[in-house]
């Protein structure tokens, strides 16, 4: 860290083992499009894990089942709001539930990928870090849901254009602090830039997870936190980190 930098608090720097990578992003280079993102890197670096960080992962995708469950039982037997109502209410209501209950928790999974990019300690806590921001997360997640299927009903192009390009917004808004549309904007902008390359990164990564699905879904305890971690390691190479990474 050089001397310009402001001061970490004294809790941030005991927890943080290890500076930023040398190829880190920053915010104001990624929305210039000066980025030093390698498809190539980002993809050999997704597929090393270890079994902290699949148990730190599963952990809290089992967190996010048991929510939407009980999510679920409160707005079926106290609002008595099913999923498959064919009603206008149930039509509005149980998307938003779900997006509120997913991306509260799976901003906490995401940056989990992010520490592992940054070769930090991945725990099970991780899942529950980023409840702070759980608000603007949810605001941007029901906007850039809404976007992309306006996008998807206007030729398909633009709604797979803007599901690539908004996927760095939840950490954006986790790390960096930035307001939903502040972070969809930057998002989009620095993805962009190298758009082909993040689309055809994420298309292999869907590829591999359909595979891992064959022999009886057992490949699948590997595929999707590398998933997380090659989500991480583009958050890194784009954006880099704006604060300390507690352990």
């Not at 890197?41 to 997704?46: E, F, L, M």
């Not at 725990?123 to 997640?141: K, N, Q, R, Y």
């Not at 850039?144 to 306006?150: E, G, V, Y």
């Not at 972070?183 to 190298?194: N, V, W, Y």
Request: with cysteine.
């Amino acid at each position: 860290m050089s001397n310009g930098d402001p001061p970490l608090p004294s809790a941030a720097r005991t927890d943080v083992s290890r500076k930023p990578s040398a190829r880190s992003g920053n915010l104001e280079d990624a929305n210039r499009g000066k980025l030093r993102f390698s498809h190539r890197r980002a993809a050999v670096r997704g597929m090393e894990q270890d079994q902290r960080l699949q148990r730190a992962f599963w952990g809290g995708a089992l967190v996010m089942l048991f929510t939407l469950i009980i999510a679920g039982w409160v707005l079926d037997f106290v609002f008595h709001i099913t999923p498959l109502q064919g009603g206008v209410l149930s039509q509005l209501i149980v998307p938003i539930v779900i997006t509120a209950v997913v991306y509260a928790f799976l901003t906490g999974v995401v940056m989990q990928g992010v520490h592992r990019a940054f070769d930090l300690p991945v725990t099970f806590s991780h899942t529950f870090g980023c409840l702070d921001v759980a608000t603007p997360v949810i605001v941007a997640a029901v906007l850039s849901t809404i976007l992309i299927n306006i996008g998807f009903m206007l030729l398909i192009i633009p709604g797979v254009y803007l599901s690539v390009v908004y996927l760095l917004v939840a950490p954006l808004i986790a790390d960096k602090k930035l307001q939903p549309w502040q972070a969809m904007e930057a998002s989009r902008k620095a993805i962009t830039h190298r758009w082909f390359n993040v689309f055809f990164l994420l298309l292999a990564m869907s590829l591999i997870i359909f595979a891992s699905m064959l022999p009886l879904f057992i490949g699948l305890k590997w595929a999707y936190p590398m998933s997380v971690v090659l989500i991480g390691i583009l958050y890194r190479e784009i954006f880099g980190v704006e604060q300390a990474l507690s352990v």
